[in-house]
């Protein structure tokens, strides 16, 4: 049901994309900041908590790329790369998730400088999980695991002028394996 609300939400903005399509502007930007994943123990690679979920902590880094219609409706690309933040290198297991974001907002312009920009879309995700090497005799178990799901993305714009802005971003990712909460901050570039 989800999926399907989504897609009718997706085909309705896309419907919006009208004739001013050529008066917009071409979104790219950076984003760093900090994540949290929740992980179903059944995508665990070492059961190490009573009710085998896990939660970590990650260092999320994304490219931006979109587009700004003329009519305020963003169409954009992420790509994330999230790491597990491990200070000590591959003696415990760690995890890292990539993803491929498509997504599609509108931008509120809530002053001159300041827009609020809401998205929904899909995620394709990647899952690597790797066992520490620390009390582990054999070989360490890898595993890789990916899948599309919807993702919800807030987005906070602070404007310096007409080409470089602020961003503070909050996402949500629920994939078959879990979840990821990710919050950044970044540049973007629009022109």
Known sequence: MKR???A????????SFSAQAGQGEVLLGLDIGVSGMSIDEDFVITDTSEDGDRSERGFPFSYVAGYHFANNVVAEANLVYNYE???FGTAFENYQVDELKGLVGYSFQLTHALSLVPFIGFSRWNLKANEGTLFNS???AKE??????LTYKLRLNFAFNSLIALSYSYAITEADFGSIH????????EF
Do not use: K
């Open 4 to 6: 399907i609300l989504a």
């Open 8 to 15: 009718s939400s997706l085909a309705l903005l896309l419907n």
């Open 85 to 87: 933040i491990n200070f």
């Open 138 to 140: 054999g070989p360490e």
């Open 144 to 149: 890789e695991y990916d899948g599309t799901d």
């Open 182 to 189: 990710t919050s950044q901050i970044g540049l973007l570039f």
